[in-house]
């Protein structure tokens, strides 16, 4: 059961009154004067921890120096001999591996919830009109001990993917936090995606998904930037010495591949290395990965960090609430889960990151045509009798309940904490081993990459462009992005797209040859007016913590290109290994795993042969046939850089760039006029209140007079809660961070600007019986100055029983 505590997330109750943004831009508050405090006692800890230890390496490291040749001293002794000195003295914990510094922390990054095009499925008619769960970026730091400016940041953000500009704000509000800061920059910064379709778009970098936006949001690109910051601060102040550890789990019914005709075309004997059993075909990967964070000083665990692949479209494409989709529910039970568990810290964070997603969908009953003929869709290219795609739906386990997806949603997340709790429980994860923590970010540039194939053959990749069946969708969210569609009609052409259709080029003939077999609908990787359409300068990064190796993918890698970049790194850092773990210990088997959409959006990744079948997938394959190639190409050139001994790859400085549009992007999203009330009225009043009695299971509904909720994102706060009353006073127990309790927004007058707000609680069986009411928290915004003025409004109590007498 919810108390008040645990309605705000991680953050320390008294940080929670101050204002996100005040607490990132006013150097002065009492909370920046209390974090530098605790910094200072960090370091304090640090210095003493060290005046210990060093002693203890000196000798250790003297010992080795004196038992091996030079070299071989090099490349073992540095993490190893003093890690193993550590575990083998201090600490009983040698079978919990290596120690680490770690660190978690979570943020709010909720922006706009209303009035603003959803990210994902590229329909400009669905706005956002209301709040089903806050967003949140979860940060995992990982350092060596030994060598704390050795450290890696990964990112599991609620969005749609990572993106250029989005990281460039998180890595350059980073440097302003000061010297504390400096470790922290494009090498070791992985900002991923969970690739949910239920978030507020307009903060992407380039131009293509801007068009369905109607351009940039500044207020949503900031919530996202500020609250990934603020995430990596708190993960970054709680940094203390722990250990990992690491093991898969099975996970069925969550994913299925949504282009299984693609997948067919990869070699028989590829697939059947794959195919296990009629539930575990091989067609996508069942199987997810979880990492454990467990702090030293007390044991508690403090987070975990889990892989697995399935699309964040169980929340459809008529669905116009903002929410996680299922990997944010996942997150939201396993940190709920573990709320006052006596193993479990305080402040405990769930990253449930994406992995090789392209090819696989959360819609697990398959792919129907909704044109009451009840035949699936097409299995070569998902259209229906009509020939078209778009009435081609993929349903959800719960798909008949007339809820936009929002219960398969639930399902599917459920599906993926269930095991992942499980395996956190038992003793199936294995300790993490060898001090070392490394990692590489290059800016590779895919326009004319010219590379030898490990047969020998030369290829190519070339600028980045789209194919015909881009514009057709998927049986997630068919054909919204079909821009001829939008040619003629007012209600759905985009502002954006009217001003640059023009600019569309036809492409030359070396790149139609280039792309082959692709048919080129759209050349965005030649058009640079008004700015780029894609990107061409790509993000390749690699993270590793002993024998865990992260690749941080910029694409959705389809389940079959997922696993060739992974095995490919995979016997690269056997390799690797069997020089960093030295001869004497026993050789550490890699474990590799596959993190994205990240950084940057560069749409699909799909092996050579799904590429040949130009379904979406390989239609949105940017940059050619041999992109994926070209991907493992890039990272096996830089993997080097993650040996024990290795040095610090090149700085960036001297490299190459993509650009930054923040500032440039074009913007037609309209801000808020003015928020008013009909006569007599005032804001927040009831305009239609609750019932009496409700049974545990039922809807709780309330309206209130209400103003648009774009005047304030209130970060780290809430629209709406549930009170209950407990021994004379009213509780907080439900925010609008809780899937059950929705906030709906509606524009009643567009003129004098009447909104209503109508707060939902879906009493959950588990719901304790007792007195409760609804509280609404408003911001309106007055025509004359554009002041803006919080308020808040109040249901009539409440009482909810188990059960109604039949009387
Ligand atoms: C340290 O631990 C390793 C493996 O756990 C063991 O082989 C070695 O003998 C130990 N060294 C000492 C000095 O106890
Ligand atoms: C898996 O193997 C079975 C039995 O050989 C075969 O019928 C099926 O098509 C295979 N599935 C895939 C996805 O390759
Ligand atoms: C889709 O596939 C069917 C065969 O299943 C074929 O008859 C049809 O022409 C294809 N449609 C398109 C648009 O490619
Ligand atoms: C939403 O879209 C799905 C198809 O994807 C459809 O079955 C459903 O009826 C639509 N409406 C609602 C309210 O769920
Ligand atoms: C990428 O390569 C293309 C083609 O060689 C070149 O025109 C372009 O300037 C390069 N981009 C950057 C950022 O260097
Ligand atoms: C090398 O592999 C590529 C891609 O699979 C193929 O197109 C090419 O024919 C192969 N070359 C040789 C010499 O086998
Ligand atoms: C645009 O929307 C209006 C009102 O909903 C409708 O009457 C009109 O037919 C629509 N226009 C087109 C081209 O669909
Ligand atoms: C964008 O503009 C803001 C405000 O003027 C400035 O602080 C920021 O540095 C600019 N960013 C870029 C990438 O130019
Ligand atoms: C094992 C598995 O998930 N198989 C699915 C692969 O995809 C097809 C078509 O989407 C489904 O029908 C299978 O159930």
Sequence with gaps: MDSEEDTYGPSKPEDRLLDHEECLKDGNTRLEERRALRTKYNRFKFWVLGLILLPSIFILLHSCKGLMPERIYKWTCEGQCWSNGVTNGTHEASSAGDQYLLGVGKADITGPVVEINLMGYADPKQLGTGLRQRLYSRAFIVGNVDRPEDRFVYLVVDTQSGDTAVRYGIINALKELGPDYAAYGHHNVAVTGTHSHAGPGGWLNYLLPQITSKGFDRQGYHAIVDGAVLSIKRAHESLQPGYLSIGTTKVLGANINRSLFAYLANPAEERARYNVSAEDDGSVEKDMTLLKFQRASDGKNIGILTWFPTHGTSMLGNNTLIAGDNKGVAAYLFEKSVKGVDNAAEGFVAGFSQANVGDTSPNVLGAWCEDGSGEMCSFENSTCSDGKSQQCHARGPYFRAKDNGASSCFEIGRRQFEPARALYDSQNTKPVKGGWVKSFHTFHNMSDFTFQLPNGTVVRTCPAALGYSFAAGTSDGPGAFDFTQHDGNENTTSPVWKLVRGLLKAPSEEQK??????????????????????????????????????????????????????????????????????????????????????????????????????????????????????????????????????????????????????????????????????????????????????????????????????????????????????????????????????????????????????????????????????????????????????????????????????D
């Design 513 to 806: 040859a280039c792309h082959s077999p692709k048919p080129i609908l759209m050349d965005v990787g030649e058009m640079y007016n008004p700015y780029q359409w894609t990107p061409n300068v790509v993000d390749v990064q690699v993270f590793r913590v002993g024998q865990l190796v992260i690749v941080v993918s910029p694409g959705e890698a389809s389940t079959m290109a997922g696993r060739r970049w992974k095995e490919n790194v995979r016997d690269a850092s056997a390799a690797m290994f069997r020089h960093d773990y030295g001869p004497s210990t026993e050789a550490l088997e890699p474990v590799v795993v596959l993190g994205g959409p990240a950084n940057s959006y560069t749409h699909y990744i799909t092996t050579q042969e799904e590429y040949g079948i130009q379904r979406y997938e390989g239609a949105s394959t940017l940059y050619g046939p041999h992109t994926l190639a070209a991907y493992i190409k890039v990272t096996l050139a830089n993997l080097p850089y993650l040996a024990a001994s290795a040095a610090n790859p090149p700085d960036h400085k001297d490299g190459i760039f993509p650009p930054d549009n923040s500032n440039r992007s074009l913007s037609f999203v309209p801000g808020v006029v003015m928020d008013g009330t009909p006569l007599f009225k005032k804001f927040g009043d009831v305009v239609e209140d609750v019932d009496k009695v409700y049974q545990r299971g039922a809807e709780v509904r309330v309206k209130f007079v209400g103003a648009n909720p774009r005047n304030n994102l209130r970060l780290e706060q809430t629209y709406a809660a549930v009170e209950m009353m407990d021994q004379y006073e009213w509780k907080t127990v439900r925010d609008d961070s809780d899937w059950s309790l929705v906030f709906n927004w509606k524009r009643t007058n567009e003129i004098f600007g009447h909104s209503e707000v109508e707060i939902v609680w879906e009493t959950e069986e588990w719901a304790e019986p007792g007195m409760y009411r609804i509280r609404y928290y408003g911001d309106a915004k007055s025509l004359v100055g554009g002041k803006i003025t919080p308020f808040e409004g109040v249901s009539e109590v409440f009482t909810v029983v188990t059960a109604l007498r039949k």
